[in-house]
């Protein structure tokens, strides 16, 4: 699945004072149509898109569907298939922030009344980057509740989670072949010196939380403690282990310059650019949960010699080649995202209007030179990759083919196969 997405994010900075909305700052709810044709040119089938949850969710129960009902009509006819992203690292107001414990009902019952409308749609991340929204909101201070502290993340992460475990259970009930498609930010933290070396494991350990508790996998001894000092509860952890949906899943994960870290003595980190890079870090996740593998995230700025983010392009996919070498089934690639994105250098902490030049296209809709190469990559490799898969193949029903017998069967063999699933227990590591 060659892909590429247009960002819905929406957190809120100075004190929930101001909305960071990416989809207004690119210029995307006047230029939607044009954007999607900017899809099609590319030759490209599947899209990470959404309505923004602010302007669609407005109260319990109550939503405002026109926007989505124009866009996922216009996708639906050029067939396009959405990757629906319901939910990137914000709320709407009357939900305040991922500190309301009503985040996980209300999402769940919006994912299921999105499911509802449009039946037609089968792949989700229900929920983006649940530890990235988590941690910015409320361990760095940046978003939304703008927390320090470790209890207001434990919080956040319990509340994320279980919206998107919610969110999944009530779209299968719609969608029983539905196939979710986590965009998680896959991280690693080097140790700088030896004193280093504690600090580092503790934050390589926390970077698996998210998914871990998605996923049903019984956390890390150190982890468990940890989330038990704050605050979340034997109940609350035992949610997540009795209502696994990793059958349903594909691993998704994002990858760029800014991932890997370095760690020193007295705890604080910088960034220490790519040292293990995309293939190994996947290694650890894909050894952790065992799921077919998708590179749903990946960007580079333009640079002065306008070749910066072909190379990272090339860099990434040979990244890509080699897992499915290694046997690591591997099943899509991003471009994220299709035009420049706004105020990112600054990771939306602050609403300066800077056009960060990481799209496939300018904010003119310009084409850059890694959208050129992106749409020959995809040209040369679409016809080549199948006959050299390891017979791994996602059931996708594109939306032409939606109301077709044989997707109603499909529909009916994945309802009855839920059925007889047994309970899936965690797996027996410590916690």
């Not at 530890?131 to 434990?154: H, M, P």
Request: glycine letters at 6%; charged letters at 20%.
């Amino acid at each position: 699945m060659f892909a590429t997405g247009i960002e819905n994010s929406i957190p809120t900075i100075n004190n929930g004072r101001t909305r960071i909305d990416q989809m207004e700052s690119c210029g995307h709810y006047e230029r939607w149509r044009e954007d999607f044709d900017l899809v099609q040119d590319l030759g490209i089938q599947y899209l990470r898109y959404g309505p923004p949850i602010h302007r669609t969710l407005l109260g319990p129960g109550k939503y405002d569907w026109e926007f989505a009902d124009i866009t996922l009509a216009d996708l639906k006819r050029r067939d396009i298939v959405p990757i629906v992203d319901l939910c990137h690292f914000g709320v709407p107001d009357w939900l305040g922030n991922f500190q309301n414990p009503d985040f996980s009902t209300q999402f769940a019952n919006y994912a299921g009344a999105f499911a509802d409308r449009y039946p037609w749609v089968q792949l989700y991340t229900p929920v983006n980057e649940m530890f990235i929204c988590a941690i910015f909101s409320a361990k760095y201070g940046w978003w939304n509740e703008q927390l320090k502290t470790d209890r207001g993340f434990v919080t956040a992460l319990k509340h994320i989670v279980k919206g998107n475990v919610l969110g999944m259970i009530e779209i299968l009930k719609r969608r029983p072949d539905a196939i979710f498609i986590q965009s998680e930010s896959s991280e690693y933290f080097h140790a700088d010196s030896p004193a280093a070396i504690g600090p580092a494991e503790v934050m390589n350990s926390r970077r698996f939380l998210s998914l871990d508790l998605n996923y049903g996998r019984r956390v890390d001894s150190e982890m468990y403690e940890y989330l038990m000092d704050n605050g979340m509860t034997k109940e609350e952890y035992h949610f997540f282990l009795h209502n696994r949906m990793k059958q349903h899943c594909i691993l998704g994960n994002d990858y760029y310059m800014t991932n890997e870290h370095r760690v020193f003595a007295d705890g604080h980190t910088t960034s220490s650019g790519e040292v293990f890079g995309y293939t190994e870090i996947t290694r650890q996740y894909y050894n952790r949960y065992r799921l077919p593998v998708m590179h749903t995230e990946t960007n580079l700025r333009e640079g002065p010699k306008g070749d910066e983010a072909v190379q990272w392009l090339w860099k990434e996919w040979a990244s890509v080649l080699r897992l499915r070498n290694v046997g690591i089934p591997t099943v899509g690639f991003t471009w994220y995202s299709l035009t420049d994105q706004v105020d990112w250098d600054t990771a939306l902490r602050e609403q300066n209007g800077n056009v960060n030049p990481l799209g496939l296209y300018d904010l003119d809709r310009n084409i850059r030179p890694v959208g050129r190469a992106y749409k020959k990559l995809i040209q040369d490799w679409r016809e080549v990759l199948p006959a050299s898969s390891m017979c791994l193949a996602v059931p996708i029903v594109p939306p032409s083919q939606s109301a077709r017998v044989h997707a109603f069967h499909q529909q009916a063999a994945a309802a009855n196969m839920n059925e007889q699933l047994p309970a899936q227990p965690a797996n027996p590591e410590v916690g």
